[in-house]
């Protein structure tokens, strides 16, 4: 049988005034929107939908929403709970493993599919026959995770100490 968590109304109000919630979501927020700024700054003829697109839910750029989002989060805890705590330590190996990954896996995947793409579209050309190309995975480089990083710091901070 599947129980659900009856929501009172305080509940729900006491979630979206959560300062390690707040933070964590205007870090994303914020850390979108200032890639989507890069982008267009970028290359001014990037389309609308392209713009929306990068706001929404495009990975890889400057600055990764994933290192601000994560480094906001344990920042928050960090403030509220104590860096002794169980919980920061928790969200601090989470950070540690998110950025990691961004940096390591997933842009290792996204050079080596660049490199298959190019390859497959080389070997296609030259014997007539159609390539599909794989998904180009964008991974961050470690300037894109350091700046994220701070900002999500930053945000944590002063939704803490303001």
């Known amino acids: 049988m599947i129980s659900f968590i009856p929501l009172r109304t305080g509940d729900l109000s006491a979630f979206f005034e959560n300062p390690v919630f707040l933070s964590a979501i205007t870090s994303l927020i914020f850390a979108q929107l200032l890639k989507a700024i890069i982008v267009l700054l970028k290359n001014t003829k990037k389309s609308a939908k392209e713009i929306v697109a ?66 497959g579209k080389q070997v296609g050309d030259r014997l007539n026959i159609e390539y599909h190309q794989v998904k180009e995975i964008q991974g961050h480089a470690p300037l894109e995770v350091l700046v994220g990083s701070l900002l999500g710091i930053l945000i944590a901070a002063a939704f803490a100490l303001l």
Request: net charge positive.
């Open 54 to 119: 990068t706001l929404l839910w495009k990975t890889g750029g400057m600055p990764s929403s994933h290192s601000s989002l994560v480094t906001a989060l344990a920042t928050s805890v960090a403030f509220k709970e104590g860096i002794g705590s169980t919980l920061f330590i928790v969200t601090l190996c989470l950070a540690l493993i998110v950025i990691r990954d961004s940096m390591g896996v997933r842009r290792s995947a996204g050079l080596q599919a660049r490199a298959l793409n190019l390859l």
